[in-house]
């Protein structure tokens, strides 16, 4: 069993920044983000399985950057130029073993309790 720690939300203004972090205490063959904000379903973020291999988000690309340090076991997500329709729960997912990753949520199965991200217009 996996255990996924998500930290660095918080409440920013439009045009902020913030880095949300995920620890994990074990192996991961992939790792990702995800958000979902009220009465929306769960949308992939970013994914990582490493540093060539990146996923993003249409709506984040450009402005999302995802990263990881493997040393720390560390998943990284640097949100630059925040909107408010970035507001939302903002999860950390790892997938076990091998085989596909990507935005899929179901690709995943270690997932943290998540941390909130508030972009105020």
């Known amino acids: 069993q996996v255990q996924l720690v998500e930290s660095g939300g918080g409440s920013v203004q439009a045009g902020g920044s913030l880095r949300l972090s995920c620890v994990a205490s074990?192996?991961?063959?992939?790792m990702g983000w995800f958000r979902q904000a009220p009465g929306k379903e769960r949308e992939g973020v970013a994914s990582?399985?490493?540093?060539?291999?990146?996923d993003y988000a249409d709506s984040v690309k450009g402005r999302f950057t995802v990263s990881k340090d493997n040393r720390k076991n560390t998943l990284y997500l640097q949100m630059n130029s925040l909107k408010p329709e970035d507001t939302a729960m903002y999860f950390c997912?790892?997938?076990?073993?091998?085989?596909?990753?990507?935005?899929?949520?179901?690709?995943?199965?270690?997932w943290g309790q998540g941390t909130q991200v508030t972009v105020s217009s």
């Open positions: 074990g192996y991961t063959h992939c």
């Open positions: 990582f399985l490493f540093a060539d291999h990146t």
């Open positions: 997912a790892a997938r076990g073993f091998g085989g596909s990753c990507g935005l899929t949520s179901a690709n995943y199965n270690y």
